[in-house]
């Protein structure tokens, strides 16, 4: 039963920003990513988000990453929402890039502020209309200034939130305050952008979360959720505190999508830690250091390690 006040899920409530898995010689691997997308939607995930940062969109080609949505959206039906990123500092590219995710069967798209360049707020709302109006699929806006250099202003959040197909965004601000009043003027569905922060932001009155660590503490996530939306928030509290360890190891460091294939290929869900540069796979001591956080939140065995 949801809580009165919580707003509606057109996602979800845990949806993974998922990594991208690659052969060894650096492709995508297409088997291997349908693989995950499956094991993820069984572990909790009721949302899946493609091609994002995590997803290493920056070094991979728009065909790529149509190819990708269709091997996921192919591996889980209409068991998870699949979104894809259609995110570029070029208004242009990112209207392609929404254009063919659509056609490759996209549910949604999720579409960042245009980094580095650094926009207007009338620039901002432009890039945002022009996206949204590209496609028939529901948008999550996406608002990281730490990557993009620019936040989406309360007065830009209402007047793109009048657009017929925005109906979410995704708060990777990092700052609660203009939640609750950005929430009762926009009527949006708002995600956590921080896995650190998705009881704060449920007690706001957000949707959930779109969640980095969930590619390993899902099953955690979706059942904090639950219970908050029951109303037992100790017990929420307790669930959430027994991934905290997950949570630093992946997103301490500031690189999830190296983390997390680290996390993955421990356990046995990838079977390499392969990424695209500028990124470069995790260190033998970054593993150890996501190893012993997976034994300390419970997801992995204290087994020795084999010579």
Known sequence: ?????????????????????????????????????????????????????????????????????????????????????????????????????????????????????????????????????????????????????????????????????VVATKDATGDLTDVPALRAATGLAWYSGDDTLLL?????????????????VGRAFAEVVRRFDAGDHAGALEVFSTTLPVVAAINGAGAQAVMTKAALELLGAVDNRELRLPNVAATDDDVAVVRAALIAGGVLDAAPILP
């Open 1 to 165: 039963m949801t809580l009165p006040g919580i707003a509606a899920r057109p996602f979800g409530a845990v949806l993974t920003a998922m990594v991208t898995p690659m052969t060894s010689s650096g492709e995508i691997d297409l088997e291997a990513a349908a693989s995950l997308a499956r094991r993820l939607v069984a572990e909790g995930n009721d949302g899946l988000v493609l091609s994002g940062t995590t997803g290493e969109a920056p070094a991979t080609h728009t065909p790529e990453k149509a190819a990708l949505v269709r091997a996921v959206v192919d591996a889980v039906g209409d068991r998870a929402a699949v979104l894809a990123g259609a995110g570029s500092n070029d208004t242009a590219h990112a209207v392609r890039m929404a254009e063919q995710a659509a056609e490759a069967g996209a549910d949604g798209l999720l579409v960042v502020s245009p980094y580095y360049s650094r926009p207007t707020q009338e620039g901002l709302y432009r890039h945002f209309a022009a996206v949204a109006d590209a496609t028939e699929l529901p948008v999550m806006l996406y608002d990281i200034p730490g990557r993009a250099g620019v936040r989406i202003a309360p007065a830009t959040y209402e007047r793109i939130a009048a657009h017929p197909r």
């Open 200 to 216: 704060p932001f449920l007690a706001h009155g957000a949707a959930g979360i779109v969640s980095v660590s969930a590619h390993v």
